[in-house]
Every structure is written in structure tokens, then in C-alpha cells.
């Protein structure tokens, strides 16, 4: 079982930065392949980026790549996104993920445990 809080979402001008965290508890949270989805309203979960449990495998959604860079520490038991040259398309609540499955995995179906949720908003 794998609790998941993401924060550090916020608002934010066009062409800026924020980094996203997600803090997990309980047990084997290195053996978790980790993603960041995104969501707006009235559309289903956005894959945006994925990390394996040594961080030495990563994914990006192609509208993300060069700007978001993923990563975790393992001993601090955290995910982050760092974002970057953001633009108004990227606002959306964004979600943090964990999976037992051992591919790289890019829809949200086969990911057991999700994070609350963080609000970013992007002003032009």
C-alpha cells in the first residue's frame, strides 16, 4: 500500500517555473514505477511524464519534452516535475502515480495509487 501526496502546484505567468512534488509513505516506494498525469475538466487524465524505480528510465508526453523534467529520490521517498518555459495549455491539476507494472506505461489504467491532486495555472 502506497500513500501519495502531491503539492506545489500554483499560479504561475507564462514562461515561468514551478516544481511539483509528490511525498509517498508505506512500503517499497522504490519499487514503484512513478508518473505525473495531468487532468483538465471535462477530459480524461494526460500522461505527461514517467520514471522507473532507479530513475534511469524516463517518458514525456511530447507537448512536455525539453521543458519537464522528472525525477525522484528514493531515499526521501518523493517524485518531482520540474516545469518549465510554461504556457497557458499546461494548466490542468496535476496528479502523481505509482505502478507495480515493470514497462513503461503512459495511460492511467494500469496505476494503482494516485496522489490528490495540485492545481497549476498558467496566466498569459
Known sequence: QVQLVDSGGGLVQA????RL???ASGRMFETYRMAWFRQVPGKGREFV?????SGGT???????KGRFTISRDNAKNTVYLEM???????TAVY????????AV??????YDYW????????SS
Open 15 to 18: 514562461g515561468g517555473s514551478l
Open 21 to 23: 512534488s509528490c511525498a
Open 49 to 53: 511524464a514517467f520514471i522507473s524505480w
Open 58 to 64: 524516463t517518458d514525456y508526453a511530447d507537448s512536455v
Open 84 to 90: 518549465n518555459s510554461l504556457k497557458p495549455e499546461d
Open 95 to 102: 496528479y502523481c502515480a505509482a505502478t507495480s507494472r515493470i
Open 105 to 110: 506505461v503512459t495511460t492511467p489504467g494500469p
Open 115 to 122: 496522489g490528490q491532486g495540485t492545481q497549476v495555472t498558467v
